[in-house]
């Protein structure tokens, strides 16, 4: 728009000044008087129009930058209502990354703990193995001796039958 008026002031001035040559060449050529009130009517009206759209020019050259500073003022708040979103963001990304990152080496103390664990059973089974042989060979070393004891229980008991026999018989 802006352009465009000052496009039409140019024109208006360009035929203000042609008409003004035209109308000093009519006077050299002895132009009627009232052809000539007719050309400074038209002339003055002209000018007038140019005024006016000098005018309107610059109220809207006003308007314009009246707009042009209401926008870059919107612009600038978006961009720091933005700027502080992004800066949330980014703290929000921080504290999620540091609490992942510990999460990460719970996990990783809680894993190593299970292998520990893991290699401890490990050892229990094979314990265990030593320790149910061992009881097995005792189990049968305790029935051996078991057998070994009820033998030598009845060879006492006999000995006790045979001493009683024997007894009353060399006291008499």
């Known amino acids: 728009q802006l352009s465009e008026a000052k496009a039409s002031l140019s024109l208006a001035q360009t035929r ?11 006077m050299n050529n002895m132009v009627p008087k009232k052809q000539f009130e007719q050309l400074q009517t038209d002339l003055r ?23 042009l500073v209401r926008t870059q003022e919107e ?17 929000n990304l921080r504290s999620a990354e540091a609490v992942l990152a ?19 059973i490990e050892d229990l089974r094979q314990e265990n193995r030593g320790f ?23 060879q006492a008991s006999a000995l006790k039958q045979l001493v009683g026999k ?7």
Do not use: F, Y
């Not at 510990?102 to 401890?120: F, G, I, T, W, Y």
């Open 132 to 154: 149910s042989m061992a009881l097995q060979a005792a189990e049968l070393k305790q029935k051996s001796t078991e057998e070994k004891n009820q033998l030598l229980e009845e």
């Open 45 to 67: 009206e002209e000018q007038c129009k140019a005024q006016q759209l000098q005018e309107n020019l610059h109220r809207q050259a006003e308007q314009t930058c009246r707009q």
């Open 75 to 91: 612009h600038e708040r978006l961009l720091q209502a933005a700027v502080k979103q992004a800066e949330g963001l980014e703290h």
């Open 16 to 26: 203000h000044a042609l008409q003004l040559q035209q109308a000093k060449a009519q």
């Open 102 to 120: 510990e999460k990460v080496a719970q996990l990783e103390d809680v894993q190593a703990q299970l292998s520990r664990n893991k290699l401890l």
């Open 166 to 172: 024997i007894t009353p018989a060399s006291l008499s």
